[in-house]
């Protein structure tokens, strides 16, 4: 089973939607993160969280919001949808307590479109 | 805000081949990593690098941490069919957990 999931897969909707991206892990990380993905730029970092009651913006928030839930849960909202959101998201996990915390593990990845 | 230059943005090879690419930043980083991402899934960690000149393999793959701590280099073996997909330098620095990737590197081979 995968460590890292995200649901739905894939995502078509209409602009002013609203939408939620999901993310689980059962790796028992600490810290989470919501990465957007268009092609020519890399990931994109959108928001991270470190624990339960911690969130912070990346480099790209507008238009986006976080819900950290529980340790293991970490969805990614935006609130009224608009066609440059179209992109591939990712959620990523990393280990606070070991020596390697950089290290990011990823699911496998939303591609929404939005007419 | 910073940027990894990764190099180069693509490249086309026969199976056996060689392959190397490297990432490069202004800032100095602490931490390199390389990932690879196959079409329609998530990056999947390949080397991790915590130290100026040090190098690490995993099976055919070897990557190298620069001494500057400013860039670091990806090596490719004998490339194989499954060694196609789009290869990342990320990196980051102590203090600061988020990681800064670069723009990406494909690799296709040719039959």
């Known amino acids: 089973d995968a460590d890292v999931t995200q649901t739905p897969r894939n995502r078509i909707t209409k602009t002013g939607k609203r939408i939620m991206l999901e993310c689980s892990q059962t790796k028992g990380h600490d810290r989470m993160y919501w990465y957007r993905q268009d092609p020519g730029l890399g990931l994109r970092l959108i928001y991270y969280s470190f624990d339960v009651k911690d969130i912070n913006k990346g480099e790209i928030s507008d238009g986006y919001s976080v819900s950290r839930q529980a340790q293991a849960k970490f969805s990614l909202s935006l609130e009224s949808a608009i066609p440059n959101q179209t992109a591939l998201y990712f959620c990523?996990?990393?280990?606070?307590?070991?020596?390697?915390?950089?290290?990011?593990?990823f699911g496998p990845g939303t591609r929404l479109t939005v007419l | 805000g910073q940027q990894l230059n990764q190099s180069p943005q693509s490249m086309f090879i026969q199976e056996g081949e060689d392959v190397s690419m490297n990432c490069t930043s202004s800032s100095i980083f602490n931490t390199w990593l390389w990932y690879k991402q196959d079409p329609g899934e998530g990056p999947v960690l390949l080397i991790a690098l915590y130290k100026a000149g040090e190098l690490t393999s995993n099976g055919r793959l070897t990557a190298q941490f620069g001494i500057t701590r400013k860039d670091s280099f990806l090596n490719i073996s004998a490339s194989i069919p499954s060694d196609v997909g789009i290869y990342f330098c990320a990196a980051s620095f102590f203090g600061n957990e988020k990681l800064t990737f670069g723009t990406g590197t494909r690799l296709t081979i040719i039959p």
């Open positions: 990523a996990t990393s280990d606070l307590s070991g020596s390697n915390y950089n290290e990011q593990f």
